[in-house]
């Protein structure tokens, strides 16, 4: 069976702190992405990758990084972690073509 | 740029209804079409898909979706609805190639009376 595995499903966290929420897939895909859902605005894409230690901006980068040394490991970096970051973070990883993406159960990260 | 409307936010049923959640998308080549329902709490489940070929797909749970090309439309339907499908659904659009992410819609977020 696929799986996608966010290791921290509720995370509190202080302004400022350097947040990481890690993403491993066991499906030997080369794709990956980090996506944020907030009410009313379904799933934005923040940053995805195609390969190992590549990456590539989505629609609402800013204030996060990313991290790929391994294939199936697809890190999401708060650098400083502000309020308007509070929401659920949901990684997700595709095969090639035209294959279905999979997703992760999410993480709740709530930024005090 | 490709994009999803799901026009619906919020739309209840009585148990045992018939469902149709609409969705429309823009884009500039073949779409691939795609379902995911949302328990909650959790991360997001395929339903059904739209590659090519037969434009009514059929998925898990007794979902099926109509692809009509001259509609922009992708309507996710139900003949009779469980109280278990309480969920929000998200229809997402993309390309055939893994590369690139999926573009989601805002989600509709489905009731069911009793």
């Known amino acids: 069976d696929v799986k996608v595995t966010q290791s921290s499903r509720y995370l509190v966290k202080r302004t400022g702190e350097k947040v990481f929420l890690e993403c491993v897939q066991d499906?030997?895909?080369?794709?990956m992405f980090w996506y944020r859902q907030d009410p009313g605005l379904g799933l934005r894409l923040i940053y995805f990758?195609?390969?190992?230690?590549?990456?590539e901006k989505g629609d609402i980068p800013e204030g996060y990084s990313v991290s790929r040394e391994k294939k199936e490991r697809f890190s999401l970096i708060l650098e400083s972690a502000s309020t308007n970051q509070t929401s659920m973070y949901l990684c997700?990883?595709?095969?090639?073509?035209?294959?279905?993406?999979?997703f992760g159960e999410g993480s709740w990260l709530t930024v005090v | 740029a490709q994009s999803v409307t799901q026009p619906d936010i919020h739309i209840t049923v009585s148990e045992g209804a018939s469902l149709e959640l609409r969705c429309n998308y823009s884009?500039?080549?073949?779409?691939?079409l795609f379902w995911y329902v949302q328990s909650p709490g959790q991360g997001l489940q395929l339903l059904l898909k739209?590659?090519?070929?037969?434009?009514l797909v059929q998925g898990i749970k007794g979902f099926e979706a109509e692809f009509k090309r001259s509609q922009s439309s992708f309507n996710l339907r139900k003949p009779s609805v469980h109280w278990s499908d309480a969920a929000e659904y998200f229809c997402?659009?993309?390309?055939?190639?893994?590369?690139?992410?999926?573009?989601f819609g805002s989600g509709t977020r489905l009731q069911v009376q009793p």
């Open positions: 997700a990883s595709r095969g090639q073509n035209r294959n279905t993406i999979y």
């Open positions: 499906m030997d895909h080369e794709n």
């Open positions: 990758s195609y390969d190992v230690k590549m990456k």
């Open positions: 884009y500039g080549a073949t779409p691939y």
């Open positions: 739209y590659f090519s070929g037969d434009t």
């Open positions: 997402a659009v993309g390309e055939d190639t893994g590369r690139r992410a999926l573009t």
